[in-house]
């Protein structure tokens, strides 16, 4: 049995009640066979039984009171998985499904997307069960500024630096980073990202995973001789990264013919008019299914997984975890789709993921694709230290320069080990070798 197989094995034992991230494991381990195989001095430092384990978790309870008055206890996390290059560094995510296993999942990915950007940044992620939706200003405020009381002692600009996810957008980073600072006493603002403009936030960090999205796919169809000006495209999701992924998606030529959140989707084969779905889903936090008052010629159906069966050319899943599983692959691929771009993290299911591969279509794996949002909250980081603001056209142009040396790294890792153009192991290597490379540096 190899070195791979008996961690995968072992993990396996340890944890069968952590589903996503077993799956998140299953993806990962595999691919860095050939790596392990050039290297059996990391099979001797236990390189990757601890590579597969967070150097540390805090679990906390959040409590909090609602505008009646009455008293609601939360449950809150912070994985701090690997900071061998760098602080720790991933979302925050605020869903009712959050659990450990999904943070582990999230958490073991953010070490190798953040290690593809170059920048020195460590993995780490965390959030809570805590459900958002249908919540007041107020209710959301001091369910952040309880969340920060429990976590603030963890973190640190130099520490753990946390940013947004599902359900933390820039009102809920200001209500953390106004109670560290309230707590601590200090002006950091390197200790969260996202950050608003006036207190410290980085231009363009709103737009950074969607527009990176883009970057990265767009450099993956040039170098295999396609163009995305013309292409029909499906975005599943309508928050930040689905947003302003159909943003540079329009900006480049594509026609973006449907978009959909946690209810239903919508088809408007005339194009998407995105300001329609912006004013909907962040001015007014209300349901994508109010497009047709704007748009009545538009469709709107109910459930999220039939907005795989409309014919595109690309594919954005931009929404959650397992959203695209097999039998949506092969509808896709029924409809001759050309490429898909992962916006979320670990959207397509293994089987499906393999599909897209066996059957010639283009695929651009999560952690290399959407690490344009991480990365820029790297560049937001640099700017706090400078204490500096750089220009839009400065952040874009950084941002755009290392989605495309993402891709290249990630392309030729692959090749490097005679995996072809396979940018799912090529991502998994070139992120590990950073890590596994620094982990061996430091010593136990
Ligand atoms: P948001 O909370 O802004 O948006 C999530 C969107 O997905 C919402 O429109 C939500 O609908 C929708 N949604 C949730 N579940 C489903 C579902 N099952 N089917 C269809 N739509 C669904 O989150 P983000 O845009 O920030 O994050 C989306 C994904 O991208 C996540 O996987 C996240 O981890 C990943 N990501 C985010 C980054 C960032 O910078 N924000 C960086 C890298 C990755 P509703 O409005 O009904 O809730």
Same mark, same amino acid.
């Given at each position: 049995?190899?070195?791979?197989?008996?961690?995968?094995?072992?993990?396996?034992? +340890?944890?069968?009640?952590? %589903?996503?991230?077993?799956?998140?494991?299953?993806?990962?381990?595999?691919?860095?066979?050939?790596?392990?195989?050039?290297?059996?001095?990391?099979? /001797?430092?236990?390189?990757?039984?601890?590579?597969?384990?967070?150097?540390?978790?805090?679990?906390?309870?959040? %409590?909090?009171?609602?505008?009646?008055?009455?008293?609601?206890?939360?449950?809150?996390?912070?994985?701090?998985?690997?900071?061998?290059?760098?602080?720790?560094?991933?979302?925050?995510?605020?869903?009712? #499904?959050?659990?450990?296993?999904?943070?582990?999942?999230?958490?073991?990915?953010?070490?190798?997307?953040?290690?593809? +950007?170059?920048?020195?940044?460590? !993995?780490?992620?965390?959030?809570?069960?805590?459900? %958002?939706?249908?919540?007041?200003?107020?209710?959301?405020?001091?369910? $952040?500024? #309880?969340?920060?009381? $429990?976590?603030?002692?963890? @973190?640190?600009?130099?520490?753990?630096? %946390?940013?947004?996810?599902?359900?933390?957008?820039?009102?809920?980073?200001?209500?953390?980073?106004?109670?560290?600072?309230?707590? +601590?006493?200090?002006?950091?603002?390197?200790?969260?990202?996202? /950050?608003?403009?006036?207190?410290?936030?980085?231009?363009?960090?709103?737009?950074?995973? !969607?527009?990176?999205?883009?970057?990265?796919?767009?450099?993956?169809? =040039?170098?295999?001789?396609?163009?995305?000006?013309?292409?029909?495209?499906?975005? #599943?999701?309508?928050?930040?990264?689905?947003?302003?992924?159909?943003?540079?998606?329009?900006?480049?030529?594509?026609?973006?013919?449907?978009?959909?959140?946690?209810?239903?989707?919508?088809?408007?084969?005339?194009?998407?008019?995105?300001?329609?779905?912006?004013?909907? /889903?962040?001015?007014?936090?209300?349901?994508?299914?109010?497009?047709?008052?704007?748009?009545?010629?538009?469709?709107?159906?109910?459930?999220?997984?039939?907005?795989?069966?409309?014919? $595109?050319?690309?594919?954005?899943?931009?929404?959650?975890?397992?959203?695209?599983?097999?039998?949506?692959?092969?509808?896709?691929?029924?409809?001759?789709?050309?490429?898909?771009?992962?916006?979320?993290?670990?959207?397509?299911?293994?089987?499906?993921?393999?599909?897209?591969?066996?059957?010639?279509?283009?695929?651009?794996?999560?952690? &290399? &694709?959407?690490?344009?949002?991480?990365?820029? #909250?790297?560049?937001?980081?640099?700017?706090?230290?400078?204490?500096?603001?750089?220009?839009?056209?400065?952040?874009?142009?950084?941002?755009?320069?290392?989605?495309?040396? @993402?891709?290249?790294?990630?392309?030729?890792?692959?090749?490097?080990?005679?995996?072809?153009?396979?940018?799912?192991?090529?991502?998994?290597?070139?992120?590990?070798? =950073?890590?596994?490379?620094?982990?061996?540096?430091?010593?136990?």
């Amino acid at each position: 049995m190899s070195y791979v197989t008996q961690v995968l094995e072992q993990l396996k034992q +340890t944890y069968r009640n952590e %589903p996503e991230f077993l799956q998140a494991a299953e993806e990962i381990l595999p691919s860095l066979e050939p790596v392990l195989a050039a290297h059996p001095e990391y099979q /001797k430092a236990a390189l990757l039984e601890r590579f597969v384990e967070p150097e540390r978790v805090v679990s906390f309870a959040v %409590p909090w009171m609602d505008d009646k008055g009455e008293y609601h206890v939360n449950r809150g996390w912070r994985v701090q998985f690997n900071s061998a290059i760098g602080p720790y560094k991933g979302g925050l995510r605020f869903h009712p #499904s959050v659990n450990l296993s999904i943070l582990k999942f999230l958490g073991l990915e953010q070490i190798l997307k953040n290690s593809l +950007t170059s920048l020195p940044i460590g !993995g780490g992620k965390g959030g809570s069960d805590f459900d %958002p939706k249908g919540k007041s200003d107020g209710e959301i405020m001091r369910f $952040c500024q #309880s969340f920060m009381t $429990c976590l603030y002692r963890s @973190i640190g600009a130099d520490v753990d630096v %946390p940013a947004g996810d599902i359900g933390v957008g820039g009102r809920e980073i200001g209500y953390l980073y106004g109670q560290y600072k309230r707590l +601590t006493g200090t002006v950091t603002p390197g200790v969260i990202t996202g /950050k608003g403009i006036s207190y410290g936030g980085s231009l363009g960090r709103t737009e950074a995973t !969607g527009y990176g999205l883009l970057f990265f796919v767009d450099e993956m169809m =040039r170098d295999n001789g396609k163009s995305l000006d013309g292409m029909r495209a499906v975005i #599943s999701g309508s928050g930040n990264v689905a947003i302003y992924a159909a943003e540079k998606a329009q900006e480049l030529g594509v026609k973006v013919v449907a978009m959909s959140d946690s209810n239903g989707y919508i088809v408007d084969e005339d194009g998407v008019d995105l300001s329609v779905v912006k004013e909907i /889903k962040l001015a007014r936090r209300a349901r994508i299914k109010e497009y047709l008052q704007s748009v009545p010629s538009a469709r709107y159906f109910e459930g999220c997984k039939g907005i795989w069966t409309v014919p $595109c050319d690309l594919a954005l899943p931009c929404a959650t975890q397992n959203e695209l599983d097999l039998s949506s692959a092969f509808a896709l691929i029924a409809h001759g789709v050309v490429a898909i771009g992962e916006g979320a993290n670990m959207p397509c299911t293994l089987d499906a993921q393999k599909a897209f591969v066996e059957h010639g279509v283009l695929f651009a794996p999560a952690k &290399a &694709a959407n690490a344009g949002g991480v990365a820029t #909250s790297a560049l937001e980081m640099a700017q706090n230290s400078a204490r500096l603001s750089w220009s839009k056209e400065q952040v874009f142009g950084q941002l755009q320069s290392i989605m495309r040396s @993402i891709y290249r790294n990630a392309l030729a890792a692959a090749r490097r080990y005679g995996l072809g153009d396979n940018l799912i192991d090529g991502a998994n290597i070139a992120g590990f070798e =950073r890590v596994a490379e620094a982990m061996y540096a430091l010593g136990l």
